[in-house]
C-alpha cells in the first residue's frame, strides 16, 4: 500500500532538521517531504504532469518564508478541487492575532503557535505527525 | 528866547537824550532777552524733537519684539507639530520593528534549545555530566531570553492596540487574578482585602493587564513576608476615583522610584526576586493609552503602594502628557 507523505514547508534549514527529528520520534520512518519555501512546495503540489502531483496526507506550513509565504500556499490549495479538502496545519512563530485570523478564514485547519521550548516544540509535532500519519488506521477502525 | 527858556530847552535836550539813551539801552536788553529766549525755546525744540525720535525708536523697537515673538511663537508650534510627527512615526517604526525583530530573534533561539535538547537525547552517551549542565545551562538562556523577546512583543503590543472603553469591574477582576495566583501557590497565604463594586470605564483587556502586573509583583514581592497583605481600595483624586493596590512585602527605596516604570529595569536582583523588569512598564504604556495616570512609593521592609486613574483629571486637561 502506497503512503502519502506529509509535507514539511519551512524557510529555516535548522527547523526541518529538528520537525524531522520530533516526526521521527513519534512516526518512525513515516515518509517526509520537507521543502524549504511556498513556491517549491508549490511545484509538489501542482506539478504539470498530474501523475507526479503531490497528495499529501497533511501539510505543516509556516507562514513567513521568502519567494511565497504559507498564506499564500494556502489558498492555492484551497482554490484547487484536487487538493481543496487537503488538511493544512500553519506551524507558525507569529503571535498576532492577525496572522491566526487570516488563516483560518483562508481554510487553515489548524492554527499552531511554534514554541521555543524545544520539549514542547518537539511534542507539538510529534503529536501533529502521530494524528495525520494515523488518521486512516482510526477511519478503518470506526467503519 | 530868554535865558530861562533857553536853560529850559537844555534840560529838555538833556532828558531827551537820557531818555533816548535809556530806550536803546532797554532796547538792546531787550534784544538779548529775545535772543536768549529764541535760543532756549529752539533749545527746547531740539531736545523735544530728540525725545520724540527716541520714542519712536522704542515704539518700533518694541513692534520688532512683539513680531519676533510672534514668529517664534509660530516657529515653536511648528516644530512642536513636527516633532510629535517624528515621535509618532518613530513609535510607529519602533513597533514595527519590535515585531520583526522578535520573530526574527526567536527562531535562532528554537535552533539553539532545539539542538542542545538534540544533543542531550540523542547523545547522552557521549556527553559527560558537566557537558549535560553546560546544555542545560543553554537551554535556560535561550528560554530567559525568549521570555525578553515575548515581554518586549506585548510592550509594543500595547501601543498598538485600539481603545474601547466599557463598564471594567475592577473588584472583580482583581479577585480572579489574585485567585488565579493563589492557585499557582497554593502554599502561600496572603491576607487580601478587596473594596467591592469598583467598576469604571476603561479598555477591559489593557485593565486587565494593569491589573496582572501590579498585583502579580505584590504577590511576587511579598513572598518573603511574615503575614503578607494585598489590597485594593478606592481614594478620590480631584473628580476621579483613583485605584490603589497596597502590599506589605520588600518595598523599594524611593531613591529610585523613576526607573520602576522603564522597560528592563528593575530594583531587585534575580536571586532575590526573579522577573524581567517589564511589567510596569507596560502598566505605564496602557494607564496612558486611557489618559490616565499612574504612579508608586515604597519603603524597603515595609511594602509599595501603586496609584492609577483611568482617565484626566480637571487639572490634567490641557496639560502636557508625559511619557
Ligand atoms: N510590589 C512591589 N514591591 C516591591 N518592589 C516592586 C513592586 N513592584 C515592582 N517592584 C520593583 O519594580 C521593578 C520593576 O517591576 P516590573 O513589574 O516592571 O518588573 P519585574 O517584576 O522585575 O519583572 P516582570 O517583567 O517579570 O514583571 C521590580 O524589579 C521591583 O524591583
Ligand atoms: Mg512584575
Redesign the interface.
Known sequence: MRVDPILLVED?E??RL?AR?ALKRSIGDYPIIAVANGQEAIDHLFSPNPAQCLTPKVVILDL?MPKMGGLEVLKAIRSNPRTSALPVVILT????HRDLVDCYQSGANSYVQ?P????E??ETIAVIGRYWATINERAQIQE | MNQQERDQMDRAQLQIETLTTELMETQRGLTALTFELEERVAERTASLRESNQKLKEEVAEREKAEEEVRRLNEELELRVDRRTHELEAANRDLDSFAYSVSHDLRAPLRSIDGFSLALLEDCSDKIDDMGKDYLHRIRRSAQRMAQLIDDLLQLSRIVRRELTRQPVNLSRETREILCHLQEQNPERKVELFIEEGLTDEADPTLIRVVLQNILENAWKYTSKATQARIELRKENHEDRPMYVIRDNGAGFSMAYVDKLFVPFQRLHSDDEFEGTGIGLAIVRRAIHRHGGTVSASGKIGEGACFRFTLGPSVSDVGGAQCE
Open positions: 529555516s535548522d527547523e529538528l527529528r513567513k512563530s507569529s503571535k498576532e511554534k521555543v521550548d524545544s520539549t516544540y518537539s
